[in-house]
DNA sequence: CAAGGGTGTGACGCGTTTGTGACTGGTTTT
DNA sequence: AAAACCAGTCACAAACGCGTCACACCCTTG
């Protein structure tokens, strides 16, 4: 039998049990600021509230792209009143697509199976741009106005966590972590070559050069 | 374990105990208009009131950037209503973000720990404005009037360090001290050298000269 | 096992930053 | 008025920090 996840950020009007419907297997968690409580099999939604406009759910959206155990999940922004703007700030931040709210059980309900019974679960959009510049996380690839390009992994991983913290000064300490590098210990100087490789790889792709050297601290994203 | 300092201008609805949640001890307390009561180790969030008894919640902000203890607290600014124009001027006092109230529990915990686990949130945007003079901590860059000031390392910790400490004369010994210059000694007169250098910077950004010589004692940041 | 791409590291060279001494011009003191 | 004091500025050398390269060591693929 097939299991369909589905993880909310806040409680809704009405109760949400597990169930079974349509030779389908449903269940309900909370997803909270640490992402989802238990780890699932299967196809993931996560209804994300916007709550506080621009902040929490947008954010929200963002670790859930960033996080590897959910970065398959699809992504529902909840938008209390419809607005245009706040659509595109949604999409930008990763959301695969949005309701306007509130949220029923039905509206839960009738989206998962529209979706599940298209297919189209699978290709949704999972990217973010700033500037010039598109990451794209299900393809792992990125852009510079539509010139892809040609990152290895940890190049990639390096442009992503630069992104992800735009227009602030992180140092070389902050940036092994922020790859996940632990065993061995890094030298902080290499560091440097990644940049060094990164700008490469951006330059040839056309693009200019977002990463600006804070001498003797670190680097910078330069948005605008 | 790690402590989560937070302050509240206002008592909320629900009570605020100190507890324990997550390997982490949070700890509540009430933040008056000659800030906090006690001093605290530890990452520190402040929730200031858009209104609140004989202060506006935005001169409680600035002030929070101007004191030399609270300047690396995270200050969270709680609106009535979502009016754009507030948000902007919140952002503009040297709030980090905002929300839109009222204040609840789980509200100012899910902000929390969101932040907390976002792994780079050390300095979380921080920044603040003495006149004309902003100072992105993040960014590491000040601007004049959204000039941007080109500053070396060393120019940029000694302004930061004069404006931390508005209409006070210090004296060479200070601001050497202030910049953590230990080894080798540091000759009283290379002061000036930095001063000089800072203004000419300050100018060539199109600013004025907020820095005032007090002869025979050291220097001020004049703030009206 | 061989080949090849990805990645970390030491070393080299260059440009920038920075502390200092010296000189100058202004102000206070005697 | 002379002397003493003080701050602004310049030029310069030493130290520092960063970009880059080549190389060695993976780890994967055929």
Chains 1, 2 share one sequence.
Not at 193 to 219: D, E, F, H, Q
Request: aromatic share 8%; charged share 30%; net charge negative.
């Amino acid at each position: 039998m097939d299991v369909v996840n589905i993880f909310l950020t806040s409680e809704l009007g009405e109760s949400l049990e597990d169930f079974v419907h349509d030779q389908r297997r449903f269940t309900f968690d909370r997803l909270g600021p640490e992402g989802p409580r238990r780890l699932v099999e299967g196809p993931m939604w996560a209804f994300v509230d916007w709550v506080m406009p621009e902040l929490a759910g947008l954010e929200m959206c963002r670790r859930l792209r960033a996080d590897a155990r959910t970065v398959d999940a699809h992504v529902t922004m909840v938008l209390e009143e419809d607005d245009p703007e706040d659509r595109r700030r949604a999409l930008r931040a990763g959301a695969d697509d949005y309701v306007i709210g509130p949220l029923t059980r039905t509206a839960v309900l009738d989206r998962v199976l529209a979706l599940q019974s298209r297919g189209v679960e699978r290709q949704a959009t999972r990217w973010f741009e700033l500037g010039a510049l598109t990451i794209d996380m299900a393809a792992l690839q990125a852009r510079w106005n539509e010139a892809p390009i040609v990152l290895r992994p940890n190049e990639f991983r390096l442009l992503r966590f630069l992104a992800e913290n735009p227009n602030r000064v992180l140092t070389r300490e902050d940036l092994i972590n922020g790859l996940g590098k632990r065993e061995p210990p890094i030298d902080e100087r290499t560091v440097d070559v990644w940049i060094g490789r990164l700008r490469r790889a951006i330059k040839s792709a056309g693009g200019g050069n977002p990463l600006r050297t804070v001498r003797s601290l670190g680097y910078v994203f330069d948005l605008n």
